[in-house]
């Protein structure tokens, strides 16, 4: 697994802890809690290690690391 990924994977922890944490208290400890004050952290957790994913994938392909199908590439 390249070290890119290994990175993402605990960026992607990390955040997905605070995005929990975040959500977590919103609703346990909000007095005036509408359903729609929670949902930003929940997609925020989402997105953003996929945008982070992305990147990584696209600096990957672009640098000449990443994966490639192509008749000069061995399978």
């Given at each position: 697994m390249p070290l890119?990924?290994?990175l993402w994977l605990l960026f992607t922890a990390i955040w997905g802890l605070v995005a929990a944490l975040n959500i977590f208290t919103i609703?346990?400890?909000g007095?005036?809690?509408e359903p729609g004050r929670a949902l930003r952290p929940l997609l925020l957790g989402i997105a953003v290690p996929a945008l982070a994913y992305l990147a990584g994938?696209?600096?990957a392909r672009w640098t000449g690391r990443g994966p490639r199908n192509g008749p000069?590439?061995?399978a």
């Open positions: 890119w990924k290994k609703l346990a400890f007095e005036d809690v994938w696209l600096w000069d590439r061995a």
